[in-house]
């Protein structure tokens, strides 16, 4: 169960990337991360009051909380990263960030996983990586992109960490992710607020028209981000963290898939290479 609940993580934070990518290249950043995050917290809403989960409020919902604020920020250095290049060197950095972190998190907890599992880990990880692009030669990576993107993927790696700790029950779970995400509105909202006041455009050429037209991808976004998160939580507490965090870090193949299939985007050799390894880590981990 841990594996498939990881995987799926890996399908939807995907999904929800390429989504994302596709409505940034008309509407700000920013923008699209507020917006979904709003329909997210609509919906989680109504399903907490539905379900009762106000009676699950504890202190283990400050690690939901510092989620919803380690997130954005971590996006937000992620994205400047990304503008100051190059991404192909920024991109699978940002995404070992989610393994690394939670990975070291189970093994100082005590968790040891088998030679089978270390050797899927291994692989799996290699295949996440080239996946991602990997850009080699070129110009020197100035000292400010590296520093944003380490900071962007210990970001990463740190929400899946404190994601998996904001609760232990399924009603709980739904609380959890209310907060999770009214953090992130919250943060969001007031990066928005300030880009917009330094003269940054907070709306795309066409103004709320388009906003409007893009709701129904804005939702799938938001949500999808949402049940990944949902995921990832329900994979850390069914099986080895050190077996959920590789298998939940395993988006860039999807996302990198995703633009292939809906796009015709052709992907380079070494990103194959990436989804044939993180297919066979994925298999050894599996039966390990």
Do not use: K
Not at 149 to 159: D, I, K, N, R, Y
Request: contains cysteine; hydrophobic residues 55%; glycine residues 14%.
């Amino acid at each position: 169960m841990s594996a498939l609940f990881a995987l799926a993580t890996s399908l939807l934070w995907g999904l929800a990337d390429f989504g994302g990518g596709l409505l940034t290249r008309r509407t700000p950043a920013l923008t699209v991360v507020v917006v979904s995050q709003i329909i997210a917290v609509t919906v989680l809403g109504a399903i907490v009051v539905a379900t009762g989960g106000w009676s699950e409020a504890g202190p283990q919902l400050w690690f939901a909380a510092a989620a919803g604020v380690v997130g954005p920020a971590a996006m937000l250095c992620f994205y400047r990263a990304l503008a100051l290049g190059p991404m192909g060197v920024v991109s699978p950095l940002g995404a070992l960030g989610g393994v690394i972190v939670p990975l070291g998190v189970a093994l100082v907890l005590g968790e040891r996983p088998g030679l089978l599992q270390v050797s899927g880990v291994v692989v799996a990880v290699a295949g996440v990586v080239l996946a991602s692009g990997p850009q080699t030669g070129g110009a020197p990576v100035q000292r400010q992109t590296l520093l944003l993107t380490l900071v962007a993927a210990l970001g990463f790696g740190s929400v899946m960490a404190l994601i998996a700790e904001a609760s232990h029950t399924l009603t709980g779970l739904f609380l959890a992710l209310f907060v999770q995400r009214v953090c992130n509105v919250a943060v969001g909202g007031g990066a928005l607020l300030v880009s917009v006041r330094r003269g940054n455009p907070g709306l795309p050429e066409g103004g709320m028209g388009v906003v409007r037209a893009s709701l129904p991808s804005l939702a799938f976004v938001g949500l999808a981000d949402v049940a990944a998160n949902g995921t990832y939580n329900l994979a850390a507490h069914h099986g080895p963290v050190t077996v959920a965090a590789v298998l939940a870090s395993l988006y860039p193949v999807v996302t990198a898939l995703a633009a292939r299939g809906l796009l015709g985007e052709r992907l380079r050799v070494v990103q194959a290479t990436g989804a044939g390894l993180a297919l066979v880590g994925t298999l050894l981990l599996a039966t390990g």
